[in-house]
């Protein structure tokens, strides 16, 4: 009889799992990980909500798979069995690579590395484990698959990743405007030629779906106190690392200790730094920031203060660049008033820009089917709404000081 | 001790009615009316859900208007005890004057009379009866009262008429969508020079406002089939006029003979008019198409049939005009086929135009107020969606002739 | 290919019908003719929202059925393709012989009937349409299957009509506290020697849709201003039957005089009454009670009147029956007030009693299934709550009068 | 102008504070922590989305007091100014002596002291440095202030953290059967003689709580694996306590550390010992338990990685206590294969029980005020169902031991 896995959500209610070596991946302790990584980084310090995982994420991204089969099925596309649990598995492990605090470390603890890749290695691996069931899950991931559409179900531009990631962030955050239909969008995929499309009377749902991630990455993803929050995570590992290599043994986990003190990338990446890597989460962070607190250095234990006591700086955001001169006059100020020098100026005052473009169909388009067969992509096919005005970058420029400082 | 009324919503939990004159109106048998009269007329043939009233949607909006007297008074603006009473007062009775199938047949019962100024005959006839206890949310309705903030919560781009029906048109059809986040505008909403601003970090929040009101119109209120079920209870009104004005006695209520056989238009509008206007909801209608069913007039019966039974004739939609040569053929088949003449072949083949501007600067503008004081119109204000895109009127085409007839 | 119809539903987001013949009963005027049946009666004078219909109440049943026989054939329940379709026709269907205002007319329009009765003769009329189709489905809703558990999907205990309808209404009407989580007790569902039964694990899910059930019978379904609106509306069909048979030709539709003035039973009632019978609806009865608003005997008219405008009279609810004085003391008072004789004032002051078990484990049980294969009672299985004690039914008794004569 | 702060909140929409020393408590350090230490402990190992924090419940019991004070004020109940900002602080710091993983580890990481006295101290210490800002929050928390619903509110068998908690547990576990209606709920709370009731038309609402809360407990917080989960976590400070003693100095953080090695109770509780409690969250724990997978102690690594793998033991369940004959057996078979003494036996091989009680009268009633004033125990005013079967206090009992090892 098979065995089936229920687990509960708050956004889909149940998610059932009945494919057995996908509930075997569930239980690796690879995979239990992502119950220890968020999924929105330090958001949770703008809102309190957002501490939902990178593991239930995963989950949700299998049920929606489910629903995009059941979906695809009744409108005639054949799916083999073997294809379904590949797709399965690929969008299960996905994101599997990605360290604690997720995108905002990405290169803080390894070097050159993306998380696509760092998910590739861990696959691999598992699929060695698993006795080469993962094979095709793979081979979708890579895209090396024949049937296009599949790829382009891990990894495009309406993927079920981001119709999962949108819903989920949405949903736990509160920010109730991102919130998408994600089974109204399902409703409307369908494959042409091999090709991921979406029905014509899907296009409203489309813009909307645009709309609403353009509207969590402002207001959310890139809301400017979870930026700063982020930036000044990545400067504490950067002046750790420092310190550790001037010899000073900082408090961390054996894991956390190995990666700041080594320098991996892409070329040393192999199995044993996989499962030093497997060994990370947020915890291996957030504790080290708390014992850092009382460290010496008073870059490093300034910083890791205002993370932990949300004594955060202040951040001016702007659509123009900074003038040098504001720049340098701020510069000038903090170093006076906390008598520190240029190195040390660096992690106090600092500036950067941030980039977001709604659509881009340069990369990958999202295309829409018409009853008569057509094929157009969304910017041509919606009569009504300027999308490509959504297409274009937006760029907004920040800059960063310590509170109270400056008037 | 104060008596408190409380109601059951499934969107807003409870609304609750402290006001002793406000619970008395909505006691009035002519707002009482209000329950017998569909807040979306026919869309229910397309969307089974919809069945919610007029009656609840103007308690929506003195739900709604609390929030917003609560926010305002929060933010310094100064609403005294009879301005409150007066803004309930006026968003409850803002579309008092609509009659069965709302905006559909604003036109066909009486003549060059918009629900708005039936409105204010309703409000009017109601201060008399309540002692003017309603002279200023008549001054406010009228926009006459010297805050023009307050008719600006009745009436505008952003009134709380749009944020309730928006949100509840959306709950009961289903399409999530459509969903406003009417909360989050009312918290960002403010006054400035006693006219009414958004706070400007309440931008994302308009822009997804116009966004979901656009989707709801083409999605829902002008979706194809409620649009085609509703010209075609247009032309059931026009025949059944007709009808009676050649002496054909048509079964019908009492009060639906009267409008039948007066052309009742603004100067002839006195209280004995108001007073069988009040006796019309939307059973006349329904009761009476479903008598004609069996009329011996062939157009009459014939069109009655189709949205009795919703078997409706076929749609075409499309971003051009059609040609005349495609409409003349479509005629020519349809009089062959069913054997009718140029007279009663208007109500069977028939075109027409749907146009729709998501967002109109023309007539009334949505301000952002920054926090350094100034102001701008939503379209200058967001710097990332063409929101001017969004200021252009869409047009469609559509044509409409008997399912069957052609290919 | 396939014809696929999606209605959206605020309550499940869409209801897929794939099955063409579950299709075209739904586009049969029959069905159709549900739309215009509101499910709560007359509920929405207490709680606004509630007016939703039994058209919509029967698609929700067959989304339901839906997910039920998912989660048997996971549990490996064999269900052939000819029994999934004549599931879906059966709950389809299960109501379709409710008049209007349902259960409140169930014995005013025609006598010694029961609407299941009358829901078998529209399937079997429906059969023969549609060339024997539905013999299966019919076979099921009689309970002559022999696999038990399919009858008992559409009648019994927790059968998928209270999972949509409790649901439903509670959704609607907006007592949240009614909501039950019909996926949750459907994924516990299960056949045991060919009869329903729940897997242990789901025996909190059960105690809590008992308890549900029951506050939504004592808040909602027996809400005291329901019920005498309800009693009232009995009352007027009586009155009018009463005048009809005096020769008073009443306003009304064709329909509904037919029923006013013929007393059909169940040996009357052939396919003849059966099509006149599907002519009424909601529409029928509001019409006719606004028409006699105006009527001349004073009882009807001042009965309608309180319907129409909503000037319900008093009601009062206690556990013990009222005494004969009391009762006597209020005609006493009342005949004298309004100056009406003995045979008029039965109209207007009356008692009754409701009654409302909220588990009954005589007609049909819930049976529990234990992991070892054991099944019993919950009122046995449930070793926490007294569910024994949710099994005496109870009664409370009520009197009702004009308002304002009785202090 | 007053400074507001707004909360996004997946539950309530949003949290306004406007009180700023509520605001500024919520900046402090010390509340800050509580971002740290999650509501459920390790209830997430079984319900995936339950990773919501003490910081966030904390936040949702000043909504609901907000809305508590609205009604009881609409209700002419009296509530000062300075009382409201009182009962705003009482509910924000009522849970603030929480440490790491809650009730879990509450009498392992001190000794004898109950989280509520360390919740007094955490509030005495705030009242200095807020210049006895506080004092009157002070009464209300330890029920000697002379209102004594105020109290009431903070603790008693409807307080105001049920109302909040099992909303929020309910919300974020995805088991929607535990869903309270909490507004509804306190649109029914008064005050009658300065004590806490409910109007008598809240009885259903108040059964449903408890039966909620009851199957909350079942459930949720004693799901058998969560329960398991947190008794091997109690046993692994236990065990690490032991090999501290024996001079063994564990990888731990700093104020872990000295916790393990110190006995802190109730007498040695002052401001060093508060502020190095104020140094523990959840991470310290976690990233323990990491590094202590590698330690060469069998038991603790043993322990250490069943949970951070989430490799848990058997768990078997009933309602007798498990006879002595079947608990040796199990002792010996497990000893024998893992090769392990008496001493270590226990912390593999363990029973216990667990006890709930859904309404207890004896400590604290819930009480009914009925219309005439008169008031009643809930268990005597309901009528229909038997509260009191509810009243007898519940216990199971468990046995767990290593899976696979016994059939």
Not at 151 to 159: A, V
Not at 332 to 353: D, M, P, R, W
């Amino acid at each position: 009889m098979k065995k089936i896995k229920i687990f509960n959500d708050p956004i889909y209610g149940f998610i059932t799992i009945q494919s057995a070596i996908v509930f075997k991946i569930i239980e690796h302790p690879y995979f239990q990980r992502l119950r220890r990584i968020s999924q929105m980084g330090l958001s949770y310090l703008v809102y309190p909500g957002a501490n939902h995982t990178r593991f239930h994420h995963a989950l949700g991204g299998v049920y929606l798979m489910q629903k995009v089969i059941d979906t695809l099925r009744m409108k005639n596309v054949k799916i083999s069995k073997s294809e379904e649990e590949a797709l399965y598995i690929a969008i299960l492990l996905h994101d599997i690579g990605h360290g604690p605090f997720s995108h905002t470390l990405e290169h803080s603890i390894v070097k050159n590395i993306q998380h696509e890749e760092i998910s590739l290695h861990f696959m691999e691996f598992l699929n060695k484990e698993f006795k080469e069931k993962l094979s095709l899950a793979i081979q979708i991931f890579k895209g090396e698959y024949s049937r296009e559409f599949m790829h382009q179900l891990i990894s495009s531009q309406l993927d079920i990743d981001r119709l999962d990631y949108l819903k989920r962030d949405s949903f736990y955050s509160g920010v109730a405007e991102g919130n998408i239909n994600s089974e109204r969008l399902i409703a409307m995929l369908n494959v042409k030629n091999e090709n991921l499309v979406i029905d014509s009377k899907g296009i409203y749902s489309v813009e909307k779906f645009i709309i609403a991630r353009r509207l969590m990455y402002w207001q959310v993803y890139l809301h400017k106190t979870s930026l700063i929050a982020e930036a000044i995570l990545v400067k504490i590992l950067k002046r750790a690392k420092e310190l550790t290599k001037l010899g000073d043994k900082l408090l961390a986990s054996e894991a956390l200790q190995y990666f700041l003190k080594s320098n991996i990338d892409k070329n040393d990446f192999d199995n044993n730094r996989l499962h030093l890597f497997s060994k990370l989460d947020d915890n291996d962070i957030i504790s080290a920031l708390k014992a850092w607190c009382n460290h010496k250095d008073f870059v490093l234990s300034s910083l890791c203060k205002s993370i932990i006591n949300r004594k955060l700086p202040k951040v001016e955001m702007q659509n123009q660049k900074f003038s040098k001169n504001y720049f340098d006059k701020i510069e000038k100020t903090v170093a006076q008033n906390l008598s520190i020098n240029k190195e040390q100026l660096q992690y106090f005052v600092f500036k950067g820009e941030i980039k977001n473009i709604a659509y881009s169909s340069v990369n990958e388009r999202i295309n829409i089917l018409y009853k008569n067969g057509d094929i157009a992509d969304i910017t041509e096919a919606s009569d009504n709404l300027n999308i490509q005005a959504l297409s274009k970058s937006v760029i907004k420029y920040f800059i960063c000081y310590p509170k109270g400082l400056l008037n």
